[in-house]
């Protein structure tokens, strides 16, 4: 068979240990997953979480002890990191429970949900959409996936970021409102997940702006560093 235009290559990130790679489906994003951060976002307390997505071709794949090269995005003049742990679902399913939800992850890495904080805000602030703040071109750098098995104990790792050496989040998984087994529970009540997809977990607090020339540098204990760029 052939396409009558050029068709979309697969999108795939590397796999720690291993020359295979861990092809790309879908990119879903927890929102406010931690109460530092929900609090710095003007919400308090525990509420119901919500989802995004991002197309799977924002993805910037870096590679590990590479700085992978990102551009300053258009449109936006207050353009944010945001540092999360991303697990990569190996066997789909719908309503999983969280019991069962280690179940169906193939491993973890490290990413970073970048924003561009004020067109986020204007949407937010008129009730549409947030994919001009979320969901842009490179807006979902992310790291070589390390295995379950390798990975260490991921659900109380240590998360941060440096930006130009100096620290702008830090904190741990074990402070998830959602953790993982929750949100795979509710991402799988709301479609059914499938090998390939990729869960930005949420962000802790301290997200800020960064310019061009700017090198971030993040980590979750266990898992391989990203190293990235602005130009
Ligand atoms: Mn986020």
Excluded at 59 to 86: R, S, W
Excluded at 117 to 142: M, N, S, T
Excluded at 159 to 172: E, L, P, T, W
Aim: aromatic residues 8%; hydrophobic residues 40%.
């Amino acid at each position: 068979m052939s396409f009558v235009i050029p068709a979309v290559p697969q999108v795939s990130l590397p796999v720690v240990g291993s020359s295979d790679r861990f092809p790309v489906r879908r990119v879903y994003c927890v929102g406010r997953n931690y109460v530092e951060h929900a609090k710095e976002m003007g919400f308090t307390g525990r509420e119901p979480p919500f989802f995004f997505l991002k197309p799977a071709d924002a993805i910037v794949v870096v590679n590990a002890g590479e700085t992978a090269l990102v551009p300053y995005p258009v449109l936006t003049k207050d353009y944010q990191h945001e540092i999360e742990m991303v697990v990569a679902i190996g066997s789909g399913g719908k309503n999983i429970k969280a019991a069962d939800a280690h179940k169906h992850i193939y491993g973890y890495g490290v990413g970073l949900d970048m924003t561009r904080r004020d067109l986020q805000a204007e949407q937010k602030k008129l009730g549409r959409p947030w994919c001009i703040g979320k969901a842009f071109d490179h807006a979902a750098p992310c790291g070589p996936i390390t295995p379950v098995a390798q990975a260490g104990d991921v659900a109380n790792a240590d998360i941060a970021i440096q930006v130009n050496g100096k620290d702008r989040q830090r904190s741990n998984l074990s402070k998830l409102i959602w953790n993982i087994g929750e949100t795979i529970e509710h991402i799988s009540n709301a479609w059914e997940l499938q090998p390939g997809d990729l869960i930005y977990s949420g962000t802790p607090e301290g997200v800020a702006a960064v310019v061009a020339g700017d090198t971030l540098v993040g980590t979750v204990t266990g898992l391989t560093s990203i190293s990235v760029k602005i130009i």
